[in-house]
Each structure stands twice: as C-alpha cells, then as structure tokens.
C-alpha cells in the first residue's frame, strides 16, 4: 500500500505531510493510523522538540474523512470490516491526545475542511497561504463534526461566529480567521515555508522543556477558574523546574551568551 503520511526530520523538528493529493487529502482509516504513529514518534523521542503538520499540493492542507472510502465500508465483507475496526483500535488522533506536550505547527497549504479543520484546530498555531479556506460542512453530509470541532472551534472563536460556521457549513477565508484571532499568521503561498521557519525559529529559541509547561499550564489551567489555575500544580512545571535548562538560562544571560538547550 502507497503511504499516505511521509515524516521528515531537521533537528529538533519533525515534519508531517499528509500526501494523498489525489483526493485532496482526504483521510482515511489507514491515513489516520500513519498519523497516528508519527505523532508517536513526536511525543516519544526526546530529540523532537516540535511538530509541523501539513499535506501535499497547494489546494488542500485536508478535505477531511474520507467519505468514499467511508461508504465502501459499508458494503465490504465481514472481514474487511474486522480489518477496518482493529486498524482504529490501533489509531490515537491527534484530536483526542487532550494534553499532546509538545507544541504543533499547522502549516495550512491550502483549504482545510471537516476532519482536517479539525486536525488544525487540535494544533497550537496555524500558519495559512491566503487562498485557504476553513469550513465544517459536516451537517450538509447528516454528520457532525465529532472529532472536536463543535467543541473547539466555540472555544477558538466568538460563539455566534462559531455556531454560524457549525450550523450552516459555510467556509471562513483564512484571513478571516486570522481577524478573529483562529489564525496566527497568514501570507502567500509563496512565503508560507520561510513563514513557518520563522515561527519554528522562535521557538526554538525558548528552552523546550519552558515551552511545554507553558502549553501545559495554559491549556489544562482552562478548565480551572483563575485562583486555581494558578495555584494547581502542574506536572510539566515541576519537570521545568527541575531541568538542568532552567539553571542555563539565567546563566547564559548573565555571561552574555546564547543558551544552550539540552531539553534536560
């Protein structure tokens, strides 16, 4: 079977590209499983200190399911079917890995639609070339979009304009998005890599360890009020402060000189 997801390593970055253009990216139970095992990969090795998650071409970063490939299941025989349900109990998306530590890049090379407006919305920041469009036209196919959708994207965005999106189907530019605050940053395709290299740059930059407790703390402190958010004890803190890089930054700030980050 051709794979539907290439992983490409460049130092403390590992780049997932979801490579099924032919059908703008659509993805399927097998997609979703080699997904899977490259978020593995981020999570579990050390040396990968961020991720960036994109698909090939310049016309759909991901059309979401693959609802072709969805229907055939229908009609298959009971063993393509056993197949297909043992291949999900062996998928964790990226959508349910709730407290994912380190940071994700979606890299939007075109428009992201359903399932992969979900897979966008489940990363930290979203870098988008101008001629993408967001939608969830989940309720136009009798679907809703389960894989977090109805409930991230009122989180991301105002209310009334999530539930216009949620409600109708109807697609949001990404400039649009970027007004509203969903998007970080939005240019030509042209400028998308360097763009994303910037951003990547930047957080290289920080200490890794930092950076996944301030994801942590940030993003598990939401479903605290404030005084407890700010008093809970959060494990990737406890991790930071007890890091040989918490001692080498102010050290390497007082002798003038760029820290170097081990990730310990």
Avoid at 99 to 115: D, H, M, Q, T, Y
Avoid at 122 to 134: E, K, S, V
Avoid at 215 to 224: E, N, P, R, S, T
Wanted: proline share 5%; with cysteine; aromatic share 6%.
């Amino acid at each position: 079977m051709t794979p539907h997801v290439r992983t490409v390593r460049e130092g403390h970055v590992l780049y997932i590209h979801i490579e099924r253009p032919e059908v703008r990216n659509a993805l399927s139970s097998q997609t979703y499983y080699e997904l899977s095992l490259a978020f593995d990969e981020l999570e579990q090795d050390p040396e990968l200190w961020v991720g960036v998650l994109t698909g090939k071409g310049d016309q759909a970063f991901s059309a979401g399911r693959d609802l072709k490939q969805l229907a055939m299941m229908e009609n298959a025989s009971p063993e393509q079917q056993e197949s297909e349900r043992l291949l999900w109990e062996k998928t964790k998306r990226l959508t349910d890995r709730f407290e994912f530590p380190k940071p994700i890049v979606a890299r939007l090379n075109g428009s992201a639609f359903g399932g992969g407006f979900e897979l966008a919305l489940a990363c930290d920041l979203i870098i988008a070339a101008d001629h993408a469009q967001l939608a969830l036209p989940e309720p136009r196919r009798g679907l809703i979009a389960t894989a977090g959708g109805v409930h991230r994207l009122p989180r991301q965005l105002g209310l009334k304009t999530a539930m216009g999106m949620l409600l109708t189907g109807r697609s949001l530019s990404v400039q649009r998005g970027y007004e509203l605050g969903l998007v970080n940053e939005v240019v030509p395709l042209a400028e998308l890599d360097q763009t994303v290299s910037q951003w990547i740059d930047d957080i290289l930059m920080c200490a890794p360890l930092a950076v996944r407790a301030t994801k942590a703390c940030a993003m598990q402190g939401l479903d605290y009020p404030l005084k407890q958010a700010m008093t809970h004890v959060y494990e990737a803190e406890k991790n930071r402060l007890n890091s040989q890089d918490s001692r080498e930054g102010p050290r390497a700030f007082s002798e003038k000189r760029l820290p170097n980050w081990s990730g310990k």
